[in-house]
C-alpha cells in the first residue's frame, strides 16, 4: 500500500493513496449531485484503515462528500458497525437478540465476559479484544452466533467453542 496521502484543512486526518482511490471508485458509482450516496462505503474505508471513525474523520468525509457534519455523524452512530473510538485488535459482537437469547446468546457474552475478565462494550486491557453485545446479525437459525471483526460469523456457540475461539485470537494476536 502506498504512503502517500492527502489532507484536508477542515480536519488533521489523512489516507492512503489507495483508500483515496476507492473513495472516488464508491463516489463515482453515483450522479455527481447524489455523490454523498457513498457515504456508508466511504465510512466503511474509512474503518477499514483506521480501525475506527473519529470525529476529524467525520469531518473530513463531510467536506469531500459535500453534505453537512450532523449528516455524517448520523450515518455513523445508526449503524453499530462503526466503532467510533479505538478498539481492540478484534472485535466480538455477540447477538443477544431474540433466536440468540433462547439459545444461550446472553450466556455467551456473560461466558466471554468472564473468560476475558471484560465487561461488554469494553477492550480488553492488553488492547486485543473488545467485547460488544450486538442485534441480530441475521443468522438466527444458527443462534447463538457472534461476528468477529464485523466480517467473520461464528455458529452455534457453546462455551467450548467460545474458549477455542478465545485461545485462537490470543494466539493470532501474540503472532504479529
Ligand atoms: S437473533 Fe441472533 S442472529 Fe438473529
Not at 5 to 22: E, H, I, R, Y
Amino acid at each position: 500500500m502506498s504512503n502517500s496521502a492527502m489532507k484536508d484543512g477542515s480536519s488533521n486526518v489523512s489516507f492512503s493513496a489507495q483508500t483515496l482511490a476507492l473513495f472516488e471508485k464508491e463516489v463515482a458509482k453515483y450522479p455527481p449531485e447524489r455523490r454523498q450516496a457513498a457515504v456508508i462505503a466511504c465510512l466503511t474505508l474509512v474503518q477499514q484503515e483506521h480501525g475506527h471513525v473519529s470525529s476529524d474523520s467525520e469531518l473530513w468525509l463531510a467536506h469531500y462528500l459535500g453534505m453537512p457534519a450532523i449528516a455524517v455523524h448520523e450515518v455513523a452512530t445508526f449503524y453499530n458497525m462503526f466503532n467510533l473510538e479505538p478498539v481492540g485488535r478484534f472485535k466480538i459482537n455477540v447477538c443477544t437478540n431474540l433466536s440468540c437469547q433462547l439459545r444461550g446468546g446472553q450466556k455467551a457474552l456473560e461466558h466471554l465476559s468472564q473468560k476475558l475478565n471484560v465487561s461488554p462494550g469494553r477492550t480488553t486491557s492488553d488492547g486485543l479484544i473488545r467485547l460488544e453485545p450486538a442485534e441480530c446479525l441475521g443468522a438466527c437459525a444458527d443462534a447463538p452466533v457472534l461476528l468477529v471483526n464485523d466480517t467473520h460469523m461464528c455458529s452455534f456457540m457453546d462455551n467450548d467453542k467460545l474458549d477455542q475461539l478465545v485461545d485462537a485470537l490470543h494466539k493470532e494476536g501474540a503472532q504479529t
